[in-house]
């Protein structure tokens, strides 16, 4: 079976008409994002981009938001006996200043309106559609007058349209009078407020076109004279068939004759609104010609895409996990577009809006680019550097006038457009001091990756040392060492534990949370690697001492005795029975990667204990957890399994749902009270846990099926391992069979040995017999390593 025969296997094939969101087939070009959904009479296409945003921004209070160390001193004042801080009047006042621009319900994605065809059912039926994820093609199937007829949908994946046309059938002459009439839809949830879409129907040119003015000033006042940040969009679509002209710009619909030669070409323009001219810049007129040639260039940038790496696995859905997560990561990120926040660039209505669809980064902005680097779809986790890139000049900012410090404190929240203030400067969450270290933390493995000394240089190395700059002062602050603490150790204090207890009354739960150690910890160890890597220990002298000052005098992890044995907890004092969102008790296995197969037994012991004595309400854990799990070796496949189907969309991606109540969420919570929100980027990085049960290199040392039965067959090609190295492997029969290793940088090898005995190693024709625990061998850049059993 070839590659295509194998991702076709896992084509998402439904049986009925999908005329919600949520049933509707994904399509996308990592920009531009389309759902396509069939009612009973009609397609209806749902249109978004990651580029296309209400940009409008509230930033008020500047004056009254004050600075840390004010605010902190007046928080120590308060009663540690108060259950809530919020029994105090002044900081529920407080609470409810600052969150007050949160509260706006932009900035957000805006949705870029929808197209609609219509039939008339009486003598159409549609039946359903097939999205094949090789290529990204979705084909919806009716009857028309009892014969089958086939409509054909993609987009383009070199510009943001999308192409329409009836597919291969014996009745042309049925199909050909499918269609009765075209409408485009400006989205029914734009603001009211914001200028009136501007639309028209051009009989003569056979388009539908309307335009949307996005502007960056909150006052109407200021709408007429315009502003040179202000944005637009526009949507067209263009028929090669006779159009009929009906209604008006307030409903932008016309009626379609019968036409053999049926194609539609929809574009969706975006820019400065200087740059979205009134009229359609581009006069498209689509052909089957024209259909058949951009058709063809997608298919040739999937089939791209698809060589990057692949997994063959004697297990049906974890493959299908694979391959369908794969191709969402695809059509919703790329390097050259904004990069994407909770919903990706799929949204329609309120759909794709809460928590304004913007950058969490206490986990799921980064979550779904884990995949990027094991699958060796490097050039993905660029749309997130350059995210960084954006809220390093506000990170430095609220570093410098808040703190009072060095570098740049990343924010809680933070959106794709203009920022002057925090986003989100509310104390309870704002406070977590682990996403700084954490938003950088990929910057790093990027390099680790790839070996790319000038990616270190020009876009790592300043948002890891500026990071790194914060967390040095932050840590040698006087509240957070000396006397009080009853020791010598540098503390991080205060803080706040992702998604729990936010601050407590005598900051009894806010220091030293097991993310924010962990995090740091491998933070100034990259960085003292960056420097070594790049030449500028002497440069950089003053810092290094510093952060090996604070090393040395590093606190330890937080722990408590379960029923299961020593645990880690998130913050020291926490009762180990504690219900949990984020996983935090298990960071260090995963993202700390301090903790894992590769631990001393006693380490690894307490880790092991953390996992199986975690306990989750849900939500956020669906690959978080199960990334610790692979990296212990302990995930059991077939729960993960179950845990996925329970999450299943129709649409086939996974939305976030509860597992149990007890935390936050009571016992009449609804379960699935975020699967309506939008589609969950994050969950996009499903994959990753499955590259970690078939490969593992965090440590630098490659690791073969450290989390797969033994009794199911599974190989892989190409996927990425620290050190710039593409790896392909067999596993059958509880061994490894012949592993084939490309070295892009010239690093030296490193691999546990896969067999009792030896290994063969040829690299050309030459043969080298390697063993021992830890098979090493110096490689030259470009060269091929295929190992044997000795």
């Known amino acids: 079976m070839n590659l295509h025969e194998r991702i076709s296997r896992h084509d998402l094939i439904y ?183 501007l639309g028209f129907v051009d009989d003569s040119s056979r388009r539908l076109t309307f335009r949307q003015r996005l502007p960056y000033s909150r006052r109407e006042a200021d709408w007429g004279a315009g502003d040179t940040r202000d944005r637009a969009f526009r949507l067209s679509v263009t028929v090669a068939s006779s159009a009929e002209l009906a209604g008006n710009v307030e409903g932008l619909e016309a009626k379609l004759a019968a036409s053999d030669s049926f194609v539609v070409c929809v574009e969706l323009e975006e820019g400065l609104d200087a740059e979205v001219s009134e009229e359609a810049l581009t006069k498209v007129t689509p052909s089957r010609e024209d259909f058949a040639e951009a058709f063809a260039t997608a298919c040739s940038s999937w089939s791209e895409y698809w060589s990057r790496s692949s997994v063959t696995l004697e297990d049906d859905f974890i493959e299908q996990v694979w391959y369908r997560n794969l191709y969402f990561f695809h059509c919703s990120v790329k390097p050259d577009a904004t990069c994407p926040g909770l919903f990706a660039n799929w949204s329609y209505g309120k759909i794709g809006s809460e928590w304004h669809g913007d950058y969490h980064m206490n986990y799921n902005t980064q979550q779904p680019f884990w995949l990027a680097f094991s699958s060796n779809h490097i050039d993905k986790h660029l749309a997130y550097v350059s995210m960084v890139e954006h809220v390093l000049p506000i990170s430095r900012k609220w570093a410098k006038d808040y703190y009072g410090l060095r570098g740049a404190y990343f924010p809680h929240s933070a959106y794709p457009v203009e920022m002057n203030v925090m986003p989100y400067p509310v104390p309870h969450w704002g406070w977590e001091v682990c996403e700084t270290p954490w938003t950088v933390q990929s910057l790093w493995w990027h390099y680790l990756y790839t070996m790319d000394r000038t990616f270190l240089e020009e876009r790592a190395f300043v948002p890891m040392k500026e990071a790194a700059l914060f967390m040095v002062d932050y840590m040698k602050r006087p509240d957070a060492k000396g006397e009080a603490w009853g020791d010598d150790r540098y503390h991080v204090f205060p803080t706040v534990v992702p998604e729990l207890y936010e601050l407590t009354p005598g900051f009894k739960k806010n220091h030293d ?220 029969n509880g061994q490894v069979q012949a592993v084939e290793i490309v070295s892009e940088a010239g690093s030296r090898l490193r691999a546990y040995n896969p067999w009792e005995g030896g290994a063969i190693c040829r690299i050309g024709e030459r043969e080298e017999s390697l063993e021992g625990p830890v098979l090493e061998l110096d490689t030259a850049k470009g060269e091929t390593i295929r190992m044997t059993r000795a």
């Open 513 to 732: 949370c097991i993310v924010d150690l962990t995090l740091t910890k491998f933070l100034f160890l990259a960085f003292e690697k960056a420097c070594e890597v790049l030449g500028w220990e002497e440069e950089e002298a003053v810092l290094l001492d510093e952060i090996r000052e604070v090393l040395g005098r590093f606190p330890d992890y937080p722990t408590a005795e379960s029923q299961r044995g020593t645990v880690f907890v998130s913050v020291p004092g926490e009762d180990p029975e504690v219900v949990y969102n984020v996983p935090n008790s298990i960071t260090t296995v995963f993202p700390g990667e301090e903790h894992g197969l590769h631990s001393s037994p006693e380490d690894y012991e307490v880790a092991v204990n953390s996992y199986r004595n975690h306990r989750n309400e849900g939500g956020n854990e669906l690959v978080f957890y199960h990334m610790a799990g692979a990296r212990l070796g302990q995930l059991d496949l077939e729960r993960f399994k179950r845990q996925i189907n329970y999450c299943l969309l129709p649409n086939g991606t996974c939305t976030d749902k509860l597992l149990e109540s007890g935390g936050r969420y009571s016992d009449t919570t609804p379960f699935d009270y975020m699967a309506p929100m939008g589609i969950w980027f994050e969950n996009f990085a499903l994959p990753a846990v499955i590259n970690e049960c078939l490969m593992q290199s965090y440590n630098g040392i490659i690791r073969l099926f450290p989390n797969w039965p033994p009794d199911r067959r599974a190989s892989f090609e190409t996927l990425r391992a620290v050190g710039g190295f593409l790896v392909s492997a067999a596993f059958e």
């Open 15 to 197: 049986s009925k008409p999908a005329p919600t969101f949520f049933e509707g087939a994904l399509l996308g070009n990592g920009g531009m994002g389309a759902v396509v959904t069939t009612r009973p009479d009609a397609v209806v296409i749902h249109f978004g981009h990651n580029n296309v945003w209400d940009i409008r921004i509230a930033e008020d209070h500047l004056d009254e938001i004050g600075d840390f160390e004010s605010l902190f001193a007046r928080l120590k004042e308060i009663p540690a006996d108060f259950k809530l801080l919020s029994e105090e009047d002044w900081y529920r006042d407080y609470v409810a200043m600052t969150s007050e621009n949160y509260n706006n319900p932009y900035p957000r994605p805006m949705p870029c309106g929808s197209l609609l065809l219509g039939f008339d059912r009486r003598r159409v039926e549609v039946l359903g559609h097939t999205l094949r994820i090789g290529n990204g093609l979705c084909e919806i199937r009716f009857l028309v007058e009892g014969h089958p007829v086939s409509v054909q949908l993609f987009v383009d994946q070199e510009a943001d349209r999308l192409w329409i046309a009836f597919g291969e059938t014996d009745r042309p002459d049925l199909a050909a009078s499918l269609f009765n009439r075209i409408k485009l839809i400006p989205d029914p949830n734009t603001p009211e407020e914001l200028p009136s879409p």
